[in-house]
């Protein structure tokens, strides 16, 4: 089973920052890595797939880059409904599996 | 547009069992795969089961293999969760989602169900 791992666990950001993201595989998943947000009360939706395409409707704010076992998900400018917690999952084999997720305060 | 409703959750003594459903809308049915995704209170997403588009192609997560079975009824556009010798850390809020891929899957989860929750007390 491939372990996913995220950092950091807790990110707190001011509105219209930056906030870096963080995602490891514990093998290479190629480029077969997507990232999920969750906002609270909510079930979760897909943000990026194959590592760094945007899924329908997700601004351009939204970005994932890396390849292999490291990979990155940047909010450029961060707003106020971004207030989430982010989780990355590797499609690469079987089983499928996710991240712990990082949950992204609004400082 | 898609839409992935999910049923069947309650609250259910240990060992005993339960069936969930999860009724889809808005795309074919038939051409798609379909994942049941967990998540217990306050914690992460656990990958639960994943169906191809005909049911011939299935996999598991370790923690359910023997004691749940996925199904699917392409005439009524419904994915079914068959839960059986239950336990308390299958309490959860059971998730269908669609991958992104036709056929046999191998994707990312594009849309996902708003959940049903089964908790499992004595």
């Known amino acids: 089973e491939i372990v996913m791992t995220q950092s950091p666990a807790t990110l707190s950001v001011s509105p219209g920052e930056r906030a870096i993201l963080s995602c490891r595989a514990s093998?290479?998943?190629?480029?077969?890595l997507a990232w999920y947000r969750q906002k609270p009360g909510q079930a979760p939706g897909l943000l990026i797939y194959?590592?760094?395409t945007r899924a329908t409707g997700i601004p351009a704010r939204f970005s994932g880059s890396g390849s292999g076992t490291e990979f990155t998900l940047t909010i450029s400018s961060l707003q106020s409904e971004d207030l989430a917690v982010y989780y990355c999952?590797?499609?690469?084999?079987?089983?499928?599996?996710f991240g712990p997720g990082t949950k992204v305060d609004i400082k | 547009q898609v839409q992935l409703v999910e049923s069947g959750g309650g609250v259910v003594h240990p060992g005993r069992s339960l069936r969930l459903s999860c009724a889809a809308s808005?795309?074919?049915?038939?051409?798609?795969?379909i994942h049941w995704v967990r998540q217990a209170p306050g914690k992460g997403l656990e990958w639960v089961a994943f169906i191809g588009f005909d049911g011939s192609n299935k996999y598991y997560a370790d923690s359910v293999k023997g004691r749940f079975t996925i199904s699917r009824d392409n005439s009524k556009n419904t994915l079914y969760l068959q839960m059986n010798s239950l336990r308390a850390e299958d309490s959860a809020i059971y998730y269908c989602?669609?991958?992104?891929?036709?056929?046999?899957?191998?994707?990312?989860?594009?849309?996902w169900g708003q959940g049903t929750l089964v908790t499992v007390s004595s």
């Open positions: 989602a669609r991958d992104i891929l036709s056929s046999d899957g191998g994707g990312s989860l594009d849309h």
């Open positions: 194959d590592t760094s």
């Open positions: 093998q290479s998943v190629s480029s077969k």
């Open positions: 808005g795309f074919t049915f038939s051409s798609y795969g």
């Open positions: 999952q590797q499609y690469d084999n079987w089983p499928l599996t």
